[in-house]
């Protein structure tokens, strides 16, 4: 079905994937039954953390997008609710109405801040070769 998909646990426990670790994502019930069929399935969750600097220049692992534990992380700020994160982008972010690229996308969306603490360089890594 999705080539070699096989781990198992080492004398330490610890579970290895044989062939390299497969993630199955669907968002089709009938889809995940019929696989499910040929496989136990191990659960997990993604999380995406980055480790950028706050503004003392400290580096912190935070989570990618940014919540509210981001802004606070970095900035120091005391965001404690949606609304107040939201209040908080609303400050930064400039209105841009049809972002020509990407960057103008991030920029009309987190504000200059994050955007350069988070996503420039993540894109610039991922893109710029």
């Given at each position: 079905?999705?080539?070699?998909?096989?781990?198992?646990?080492?004398?330490?426990?610890?579970?290895?994937?044989?062939?390299?670790?497969?993630?199955?994502?669907?968002?089709?019930?009938?889809?995940?039954?019929?696989?499910?069929?040929?496989?136990?399935w191990m659960p997990y969750e993604h999380r995406v953390k980055a480790?950028?600097?706050?503004?003392?220049?400290?580096?912190?692992?935070?989570?990618?997008?940014?919540?509210?534990?981001?802004?606070?992380?970095?900035?120091?700020?005391?965001?404690?609710?949606?609304e107040e994160m939201l209040a908080w982008l609303d400050e930064r972010?400039?209105?841009?109405?049809?972002?020509?690229?990407?960057?103008?996308?991030?920029?009309?969306?987190?504000?200059?801040?994050?955007?350069?603490?988070?996503?420039?360089?993540?894109?610039?890594?991922?893109?710029?070769?």
């Amino acid at each position: 079905i999705g080539g070699n998909c096989y781990d198992y646990l080492d004398r330490h426990g610890i579970r290895v994937s044989l062939y390299g670790v497969h993630l199955f994502h669907t968002k089709f019930e009938r889809v995940r039954e019929y696989v499910s069929k040929f496989s136990e399935w191990m659960p997990y969750e993604h999380r995406v953390k980055a480790r950028v600097s706050d503004v003392r220049g400290d580096f912190k692992s935070v989570p990618v997008p940014p919540v509210q534990q981001a802004v606070n992380t970095l900035f120091d700020a005391n965001v404690n609710s949606e609304e107040e994160m939201l209040a908080w982008l609303d400050e930064r972010r400039p209105k841009i109405d049809n972002p020509a690229n990407g960057e103008e996308a991030a920029l009309s969306r987190v504000g200059p801040e994050l955007y350069e603490k988070i996503f420039k360089y993540y894109t610039k890594k991922q893109w710029d070769k």
